[in-house]
């Protein structure tokens, strides 16, 4: 291998992570007010636009709009949304192991675990919606049962470390 100057090192970086994005589909917004940092190089691999709060507060509307239709939807139905999730997720293990050494600084094999992580909890996910059963208990009316059932509680933020942003 022949040593690489810092700034041919920079765009090797920036390179890697444009390709993954570009592989897992996703587009990049421009803009410069929020910065993805490597601690590889301390250099900048994304320059991002920040939210605004109007922004977050239409992304959390959406959220609550698919939700009145998704709590609707049977478990076994959402639990194979969740297996094709797991499947792309395995299809983009390498790009997304990528993002995760890129921008956390990890080695290969523990980028390479955690997004395993992330395919085994979909899998797992999987056979919980098979298995959302609820109780049936006597009632103290005379013909009637009480019956506990299990619905999506609604839209949920999640904020992971920065020692395992994808495992988690």
């Known amino acids: 291998?022949?040593?690489?100057?810092?700034?041919?090192?920079?765009?090797?970086?920036?390179?890697?992570?444009?390709?993954?994005?570009?592989?897992c589909g996703?587009?990049?917004?421009?803009?410069?007010?929020?910065l993805s940092r490597s601690p590889i190089d301390g250099g900048?691999?994304?320059?991002?636009?920040?939210?605004?709060?109007?922004?977050?507060?239409?992304?959390?509307?959406?959220?609550?709009?698919?939700?009145l239709e998704w709590r609707t939807v049977p478990?076994?139905?959402r639990g194979a949304l969740i297996r094709r999730l797991?499947?792309?997720?395995?299809?983009?293990?390498?790009?997304?192991a990528d993002l995760v050494q890129l921008e956390v600084g990890k080695i290969r094999s523990e980028a390479l675990g955690e997004?395993?992580?992330?395919i085994d909890v979909c899998e797992f996910a999987l056979g919980l919606s098979r298995q959302l059963e609820g109780r049936t208990m006597p009632s103290?009316?005379?013909g009637h049962r009480l019956m506990e059932t299990w619905?999506?509680?609604?839209?949920?933020?999640?904020?992971?470390?920065?020692n395992f942003p994808v495992a988690v």
């Open 115 to 118: 997004v395993q992580e992330m």
């Open 151 to 162: 619905h999506p509680a609604g839209p949920v933020t999640v904020i992971s470390a920065f």
């Open 44 to 67: 900048t691999l994304i320059p991002l636009a920040a939210a605004s709060a109007a922004d977050v507060e239409a992304a959390i509307g959406r959220a609550q709009e698919a939700f």
């Open 140 to 142: 103290e009316r005379p």
């Open 1 to 23: 291998m022949h040593q690489d100057s810092p700034m041919t090192l920079h765009d090797d970086l920036v390179a890697r992570a444009h390709a993954a994005l570009t592989a």
């Open 75 to 77: 478990a076994p139905v």
């Open 26 to 34: 996703a587009t990049v917004p421009a803009g410069d007010t929020l």
């Open 86 to 96: 797991g499947r792309l997720l395995e299809e983009h293990k390498d790009d997304l």
